[in-house]
T-cell receptor
C-alpha cells in the first residue's frame, strides 16, 4: 500500500465549477500537508500548506486536513481554465525536507 | 524564494551510459534534494545532497547507481549511472531554504533511455 493515495484523474470541469481534490494517507507521523500545482513540463510550485489539522484559505483555494480520517482536500472555487494543471498532494513529518507525494490529479477546466 | 536552474532540460541516452544532471540555485540554501518522477508514478525522493559529505539515500536508491555531489551551498549534481530504459523519468532538484516554509523545485530533466 502506498503511503499517500491520490486519484490520478483526469478531472474535467466547466469554468466556474467548484473542484474538490483529495488524498488519503497511512502514516500517522505526517504533520505537514502541502498542495503543489504542476504545469506541463514545469516543476511543481507550492500552492499552500497546512500544519496539523484544520482549514486554510487563500483566495479561491481552501485546504482541509482531517488527521483523524487521514484525509486531506483542496477545494478550488470559481475554477478558471488557467487552473488546468496537475495537482500534487505532499506530506511530511519534518516540514519541507523530505516530502512524500501522491501521484497527482490532472485537472482540466474548460471555458 | 529560490530560483533553480537544471541542466540539461532533456536528453536521450543510450543504455549502459551515464548522465550527469546539474542543479544551480541563485542563493545559498540549507537543504538540496533529488527526486524522480516516473511516468504515472508519484514524485519519489532519491536522496538528500549534503554539502561537503556523502549524500543520504532513501530506501531503494544506492550511491553506485545515483552518485551525488554537492561541493557548495548553491550547486549539486546527480549522475544516473549505467542507464537502462527503466531509468527513463523526470529528475527534479529541490531546495529548502532553511525557513521550513517552502520547498522549491527546478523545472526537471526529462531523461529517455533507449
Amino acid at each position: 500500500q502506498k503511503e499517500v493515495e491520490q486519484d490520478p484523474g483526469p478531472l474535467s470541469v466547466p469554468e466556474g465549477a467548484i473542484v474538490s481534490l483529495n488524498c488519503t494517507y497511512s502514516n500517522s507521523a505526517f504533520q505537514y500537508f502541502m498542495w503543489y500545482r504542476q504545469y506541463s513540463r514545469k516543476g511543481p510550485e507550492l500552492l499552500m500548506y497546512t500544519y496539523s489539522s484544520g482549514n486554510k484559505e487563500d483566495g479561491r483555494f481552501t485546504a482541509q486536513v482531517d488527521k483523524s480520517s487521514k484525509y486531506i482536500s483542496l477545494f478550488i472555487r470559481d475554477s478558471q481554465p488557467s487552473d488546468s494543471a496537475t495537482y500534487l498532494c505532499a506530506m511530511s513529518g519534518t516540514g519541507f525536507q523530505k516530502l512524500v507525494f501522491g501521484t497527482g490529479t490532472r485537472l482540466l477546466v474548460s471555458p | 524564494s529560490a530560483v533553480i536552474s537544471q541542466k540539461p532540460s532533456r536528453d536521450i541516452c543510450q543504455r549502459g551510459t551515464s548522465l550527469t544532471i546539474q542543479c544551480q540555485v541563485d542563493s545559498q540554501v540549507t537543504m538540496m534534494f533529488w527526486y524522480r518522477q516516473q511516468p504515472g508514478q508519484s514524485l519519489t525522493l532519491i536522496a538528500t545532497a549534503n554539502q561537503g559529505s556523502e549524500a543520504t539515500y532513501e530506501s531503494g536508491f544506492v550511491i553506485d547507481k545515483f552518485p551525488i555531489s554537492r561541493p557548495n551551498l548553491t550547486f549539486s549534481t546527480l549522475t544516473v549511472s549505467n542507464m537502462s530504459p527503466e531509468d527513463s523519468s523526470i529528475y527534479l532538484c529541490s531546495v529548502e531554504t532553511g525557513r521550513n516554509t517552502e520547498a522549491f523545485f527546478g523545472q526537471g530533466t526529462r531523461l529517455t533511455v533507449v
